[in-house]
């Protein structure tokens, strides 16, 4: 199966990101050839026809072996299989076995794609004209929702989404107060005709083929049988910490990318002995194997239900894979000079990508939570918060 990802991803996705970021457009092909080699249920477990490639499973590590390689290939695309694997990730550890069975074999059958949605930024930029967030109501058979989210990756590209809103009023997972109490997971069904998406709000330099619009909810109805978990479990159970460190993994992906291309430059222009460009690519290298090593310390944590060490290791593991994978990826940019940014040069596109995907978590608040951590202090192990 990895083999086979792999393959795919060097032979085929790398061929089409360039395309797919021009036109800011759902990489769905990609998608379409996952499902023929029967990887779109990697997390879930065996029993539902996946291939427990999870924490719960004692293999996360082929999962991220998977993520490491698409990032490779496309950074944008790897966040919309990340954002999928997520989601199964959730169903498959706080889901009913009816919701399992009736979602995973959907994904296995039919190739559905899954995304999980909590965007809701409540502070308003200068030129923003609108409030963002979501309203729910809750009803004998179900919630109502009302409102938008933005950030909303594989929007258009997506069967479902799984929505983190909550019973006190917008502000998604990451800016509401009292989560553990209010906070929950609706799985939404993205054919329903009271959704909308806003494509007009997702115009940014990278990461452009996410498709991560602005989503609008007129009096959306979700049914009860679709709501996954109790109430503020997503937050009680810690699951936002499992998903951590696997951006850390994309980041790693794009530097492997960054470093080939450099590799392939300063051989094709003979510069093996300019002593600048030795150390440079030393460091990069450096680099990639400190990452390495991380990936694996973090994988065997999870695999062997350490979450307690996992927890902290996925945090350290996260900041430091932005801090090493866009130091390496300055180096490639320094040895290969100025044209390496002049499209389509893939050094340009994943300078782009990873510029704004490292902006998903903001790198003082992680590193401010490994020191907490280390003075004894509470945290939030979901969103880098100090607790009270």
């Given at each position: 199966m990895i083999t086979a990802l792999e393959s795919l991803s060097q032979e085929v996705f790398s061929q089409r990101a360039q395309d797919y970021d021009l036109q800011a457009k759902f990489p769905a092909e990609n998608?379409?050839?996952?499902?023929?080699?029967?990887?779109?249920?990697?997390?879930?477990?065996?029993?539902?026809?996946?291939?427990?490639?999870?924490?719960?499973?004692?293999?996360?590590?082929?999962?991220?072996?998977?993520?490491?390689?698409?990032?490779?290939?496309?950074?944008?695309?790897?966040?919309?299989?990340?954002?999928?694997?997520?989601?199964?990730?959730?169903?498959?550890?706080?889901?009913?076995?009816?919701?399992?069975q009736r979602w995973f074999s959907q994904v296995i059958q039919k190739g559905h794609r899954w995304?999980?949605?909590?965007?809701?930024?409540?502070?308003?930029?200068?030129h923003q004209q609108y409030a963002i967030g979501t309203k729910v109501e809750k009803r004998d058979s179900g919630y109502v929702l009302n409102g938008n989210?933005?950030?909303?990756?594989?929007?258009?590209?997506?069967?479902?989404?799984?929505?983190?809103?909550?019973?006190?009023?917008?502000?998604?997972?990451?800016?509401?107060?009292?989560g553990e109490n209010n906070l929950l997971m609706l799985a939404c069904d993205l054919s329903d005709p009271s959704i909308s998406f806003d494509g007009d709000w997702w115009d940014p330099i990278g990461m452009r083929?996410?498709?991560?619009?602005?989503?609008?909810?007129?009096?959306?109805?979700?049914?009860?049988?679709?709501?996954?978990?109790?109430?503020?479990?997503?937050?009680?159970?810690?699951?936002?910490?499992?998903?951590?460190?696997?951006?850390?993994?994309?980041?790693?992906?794009?530097?492997?990318?960054?470093?080939?291309?450099?590799?392939?430059?300063?051989?094709?222009?003979?510069r093996q002995q300019d002593p600048y460009v030795q150390q440079h690519i030393a460091r990069v290298k450096l680099n990639i194997d400190?990452?390495?090593?991380?990936?694996d310390q973090?994988?065997?944590?999870?695999?062997?239900?350490?979450?307690?060490?996992?927890?902290?290791?996925?945090?350290?593991?996260?900041?430091?894979?932005?801090?090493?994978?866009?130091?390496?990826?300055?180096l490639c940019i320094k040895i290969c000079g100025a044209r390496a940014l002049n499209k389509p040069s893939v050094l340009e596109r994943i300078y782009r990508d990873l510029s704004i995907y490292v902006l998903h978590d903001n790198a003082d608040h992680v590193l401010a939570t490994i020191g907490r951590r280390t003075l004894g202090l509470k945290v939030d192990n979901a969103f880098f918060k100090l607790k009270a």
């Open positions: 998608f379409t050839d996952l499902f023929h080699i029967n990887a779109l249920a990697a997390p879930v477990a065996p029993c539902f026809g996946g291939l427990g490639f999870a924490p719960e499973y004692g293999n996360v590590h082929a999962l991220w072996q998977m993520t490491r390689a698409i990032a490779k290939a496309d950074l944008s695309f790897a966040r919309c299989w990340e954002g999928h694997n997520n989601a199964l990730m959730l169903i498959d550890k706080l889901a009913k076995t009816e919701q399992k995304a999980a949605w909590s965007g809701e930024p409540q502070t308003k930029l200068p989210k933005v950030f909303a990756t594989s929007a258009v590209g997506a069967n479902r989404a799984i929505l983190l809103v909550s019973l006190a009023g917008p502000g998604g997972a990451r800016e509401i107060g009292d083929s996410t498709v991560s619009y602005k989503v609008n909810f007129d009096n959306t109805f979700i049914p009860a049988k679709d709501c996954i978990g109790a109430v503020g479990e997503f937050l009680t159970q810690d699951m936002q910490s499992r998903f951590t460190p696997h951006y850390g993994i994309s980041f790693l992906g794009a530097l492997d990318a960054a470093y080939e291309y450099t590799l392939n430059i300063v051989k094709a222009q003979q400190t990452l390495s090593l991380w990936m973090v994988a065997s944590s999870l695999d062997h239900q350490h979450f307690d060490n996992a927890r902290e290791q996925g945090c350290q593991f996260r900041y430091l894979a932005e801090q090493l994978a866009q130091e390496g990826l300055a």
